[in-house]
């Protein structure tokens, strides 16, 4: 009764999982300036106690006091003073974020605003203006004559108020420097492969084919979606041990990201024994939304990056196309390194409980240089800048993903219109191709390549 007498904005936490509900208020813009305000309230109270309690101005040297009347002028002055360096603060927000959201990308506003730096700043800001409003309160009604601590405290905060303001235009200057913006976009996706997808399920991959119960599915169940959304989240834990009790074998028929509609098949189950099985506490372990999110989505964090270089090509900005290929390569190493290929989910018994969609490393491959490829088109420097990552991953790579990087530079290169091209430019992407054929083992069929672009046998490059 009382969840709905509460706004929508607040009771749709109440409706998220704990782990869901901590990663929403983290990217809010008002969870870090809330624990300032409730700092400032304590300060106030701590200043108030120390001046009209203990009166330390009894205890001080004379320089520190200061008369009644003079404190009032001082704090009421500073709430103006305060008050104007938030809005300052503010329209440099939102200049930022239009800023990104025109230029770079819209899903890059939560990067930002979820920044710590960023939410430090607006919470010195407000913690500041209701330290001084709350303390002009009780002070502007006291009858003591001589002042310690708020004077000391009001004066120390505005130096602070000045410094942040310094700072966080600084700070603002500095995070859109484009270097900055997509290394922070692939920092924020490694910390998710370590934190999130290694303790979530590499604990639980197998790379062993198992028992997956073949000759059970004559018992199958199929669970249908009650609602459409976004799969944020699944409690993939939750998920096996339910199994492992019920002896089950789960299989997930979409990925973290996808979107489902009510009425779509989202997991079968089967097993010995299906009669008594109440799959909706399944579907208890699958948390879905309006919209995608993060937690265990790799594949955002990498579409992310890869809408950076696109807004970069249709902005006539190769430079920022080729730094985000680089920083997309990078993340492409920690993805081969980190994670493990196999749809595979096992229990403390190591038996097989949950089946995923396959994601073999050719399909992130495809996520991030794809996409950037297919809007690159013509633009034979950017092409030639993806086969310089492709090498470059190579030489660092396991080379059991050396026949999925040729593969794919391959297909890159196969729709380019060889007759338009220039010298130069078939000439440093010969030599790109060149490096990734010798790194990869694929030298012969560099030669079938060399002979396309060089059809008269011009043995230049």
Known sequence: MIKKMLPLSIRKYLLMSKRQRMHEIRLTIWYMPILYICLAVLLVAITLYLDLTLEISQYTFDLLSMDASVTRILVSTLIGGVLTLSAFTLNSLLVVLTTFSGQFSPRMLLDFISDRQTQHALGIFNGSFVYVLLLFLFIGSSKKEMFVAAPMMTIGLAFLSAITFIFFINHASTWMQV??????????????????????????????????????????????????????????????????????????????????????????????????????????????????????????????????AIKSLGNDDPKTASNTIDQMADLMLTVEDQLTFTPYLIDQEDRIRVILQSEPFDYYLYRGFGYIRHYAKDNHLIITEIVRALALLAESIQPSKHRDLWAFACNTIDHIEREVIYELDKTFLLQEVHKLARLTGHFRDYKEIEDKFYPNANKNT
């Open 179 to 308: 270097h900055n913006i997509t290394y922070n976009m692939k920092q924020v996706s490694e910390v998710m492969i370590h934190q999130t997808l290694k303790k979530d399920l590499e604990a639980h991959r197998t790379t062993e084919d198992g028992d997956i119960m073949e000759e059970e599915k004559k018992n199958i169940l199929h669970v249908k979606a009650k609602h459409s959304g976004y799969i944020q989240l699944v409690d993939f834990q939750g998920m096996i041990q339910l199994a492992q009790k019920e002896n089950l074998v789960l299989q997930l028929h979409y990925k973290v990201g996808d979107y489902v509609l009510a009425g779509n098949e989202v997991l079968s189950l089967w097993g010995p024994e299906t009669d008594n099985i109440f799959t909706d506490s399944y579907l208890q372990f699958i948390e879905m939304g309006h919209k995608e999110t993060e937690i265990q989505d790799l594949q955002m964090g990498i579409h992310k990056l890869a809408e950076v």
